[in-house]
């Protein structure tokens, strides 16, 4: 409870811990957005997920496709258009990434929304193993961290 303190307390951390919590609950929703808005591109009969045991892959593309519906049923948390309008468009260095992914599906719409619906065409977005792998990832770490916080929350909230 001490470690949490010193790094969320607003005290503490002279305003700077709210801002930490703020931080974390915004990249959980860009992740969540862009797991909502690739969901047509998983669902190309053409995409396969090659996990080394063919018998198991439509069995885990179904299972992702789940997921992924799932993350679309949540409400519209933020528009990804106004992430960097205006004059200044730096970005700043994408430093994982599993946020990186996320922001090519954020800023990819036209293209998932236009995907073939025939295995001949082969699509303009196209992620990469890696990009799939590192999304999820990103995803399920991101997703334990606010877990954890709602965790600690509470031991706060009983510890006073």
Do not use: C
Request: zero cysteines.
């Amino acid at each position: 409870m001490s470690e949490f303190r010193q790094r969320f307390d607003s005290d503490l951390t002279v305003g700077e811990g709210p801002k930490r919590l703020r931080n974390l609950y915004f990249l959980y929703l860009i992740e969540l957005r862009a797991l909502a808005k690739v969901l047509p591109f998983f669902k190309q009969p053409s995409f396969r997920l090659y996990t080394g045991r063919p018998e198991e892959d439509q069995k885990h593309k179904e299972l992702l496709l789940d997921i992924l519906q799932l993350a679309r049923s949540f409400p519209l948390h933020f528009d990804e258009t106004s992430l960097f309008a205006g004059d200044e468009k730096e970005a700043g260095k994408l430093k994982t990434q599993g946020l990186g992914t996320a922001l090519k599906i954020l800023f990819s719409e036209r293209q998932i929304e236009a995907l073939p619906q025939s295995k001949e065409q082969r699509p303009s977005f196209q992620l990469s193993r890696q990009e799939v792998v590192s999304l999820l990832n990103a995803f399920g770490r991101i997703s334990t961290s606010v877990k954890e916080l709602k965790t600690f929350r509470s031991l706060l909230a009983e510890e006073r």
